[in-house]
Every structure is written in C-alpha cells, then in structure tokens.
C-alpha cells in the first residue's frame, strides 16, 4: 500500500494580483488566496496512483491559519489526510528553510506511517522558483524526478517508479529507486470537478497543524528569516509597452507598410563592432 504525501502552498491568484507602486512589492489583499494550480495537478496524479496501487495520499503544507482552505481543497481532489506546519518561526522562508521546514514535517509524518512517494508541483506561481522539491529530496536523501509529465509504473514490491520526464524537445524514460520525490508539470493530468461526498467532506475537514515545538531535532537557526540566505533587494512592476500600430489594408499594403517602419529602425539591425545588415 503507498503511502504518498503531497507538499502543496496557498499562493495569490497572480492573475489578480496588483502591485504597491510605493513598496514595490505584491499587495497580497488585492487578490484572493488559491491552491497553487501545479501543486492541484500533483494532488490529482497522487490520487490517481492510490486509485490504481491502493494506499494513501497526505498533504502537507507550511503557511499561516487561512491555509488550511487549501488542504481543504486537496481533500475535494481526494487527498486522505491534511498536515500543516504553522508558525511565527517560519515567517519569511526563502526556499532553503522552506524545505528544511517541510522535511522535518515529512519526518514527523513518516513516523505516522512510512512514506513511499513524495509529489510536488514544478513550481509555485508566487515564485517560480521549482527549488522547494528537489531541496527536500536533497535533504532525505531521495532521487529528485523533476519535470515528470507522466507516471508510468509504480512498482511497490521491488521499489521502483517509471517515469516520463519532459525535455524541451520530447521526452525521457527514468527509472529510480523508492522512495522518491517527484515535482510534476501540469499537463500530467486534467483535475476534474470534485464530487459531492468529496465537498461534503472537506467541509467538515479539520487538518492536523504542527507548530515548530510538535516537531524533533530542529535547527531553529535552519528556519524563516534565519535560516534563509537569499535576499531580495529590490522588486517593482515592470513598465507597460506603449500601444501598437495597427496596419491597415491588404497583405500587400500591410507588407509595404511594415518594410517602411523597419526601414526607418535602422538601429535594429545594427552589429556592435560592425556596419551592420545593409537595408
């Protein structure tokens, strides 16, 4: 029986969400807080696999007490169970004390019941960092299976998963031990439309929430603004491009028309050191 455990994150909808103009940085309140779309797609491919080998799926989270709607949400997915470590300690997590953070939470859990398969989401969209996955498979000492776009086999008795990894011109066949850590992309799966009894469900959910003192052996230097190295010394909203030039009239026209303009953006075919593309 598998035992996989999903790490998902509470994100803005980046879709929505604006700018400070005068702190630069993102206005979390314009928009409203969502289940990370890739980490959707991981929670939806570890049902999957339960459905099809029988097992288990947790999902675990770090974030503060409105997080929980996201658990909630896995659990409309048809995630079992829902974890989420919850601290003042944990505030301002680069992705290195996020993933010691997250580790020392799967550790907890393992001793729960042994986990076999972990599954991420390629990145989350506030970030874009796709660091968090491969930092904890570092840390337990996992093969890292990044990119995954299809789980072919999971074979629980000799320990072993197949999977397609994408490359940007196809794909690769991996085979890796387990257990293992896999962050996927979101053309791994379609997630449908959660069913009533799973609605129902995740109503009436109340996840188990872990503060630093629930866990073991931790290096509280390791967490939040301590144990995070990377600094962020300026954001801003890049500046929006002027408005276009529509061309008007046929194909023809719009050719002339075009080789005219170019014509007079001589610059852009400009070679440094040389004359240049002669027009």
Not at 54 to 63: D, I, Y
Not at 240 to 263: C, F, H, I, R, Y
Request: proline share 6%; aromatic share 4%.
């Amino acid at each position: 029986m598998l035992h996989i455990v999903a790490c998902i994150k509470q994100v803005p909808d980046t879709k929505i969400i604006k700018m400070n103009p005068k702190t630069n940085t993102m206005d979390r309140a314009s928009a409203p807080a969502i289940l990370n779309p890739y980490d959707a797609h991981a929670v939806e491919e570890a049902v999957r696999l339960k459905k099809r080998y029988g097992g288990t799926v947790s999902v675990l989270t770090m974030g503060p007490p409105p997080a929980v709607k996201a658990i909630k949400k896995c659990i409309e997915i048809g995630a079992d169970e829902g974890y989420m470590i919850s601290d003042r300690a944990f505030a301002g997590a680069d992705t290195l004390a996020t993933s010691y953070a997250l580790t020392k939470a799967i550790e907890k859990i393992s001793q729960i019941q042994p986990v076999d398969l972990i599954i991420c989401g390629k990145m989350t969209i506030d970030g874009d960092t796709g660091q968090v996955g491969p930092g904890i498979a570092r840390r337990l000492d996992m093969p890292p299976l990044t990119s995954v776009n299809k789980v072919k086999e999971i074979n629980i008795e000799e320990g072993y998963a197949v999977v397609h990894r994408k490359l940007e011109d196809g794909y690769e066949v991996i085979q890796s031990t387990m257990p293992c850590l896999m962050s996927v992309e979101k053309e791994i799966n379609d997630v449908p439309y959660s069913s009533m009894t799973n609605m129902l469900k995740a109503a009436r959910y109340q996840p188990v929430i872990w503060a630093v003192a629930d866990l073991e052996d931790v290096e509280r230097t390791q967490l939040g603004l301590k144990g995070s190295p990377t600094i962020v010394s300026k954001v801003w909203a890049p500046t929006k491009p002027s408005g276009g030039e529509m061309l008007e009239g046929d194909a023809v026209q719009q050719t002339e028309k075009l080789l005219n303009l170019l014509l007079e953006k001589k610059e852009l075919f400009a070679v440094k050191g040389g004359s240049g593309v002669e027009l």
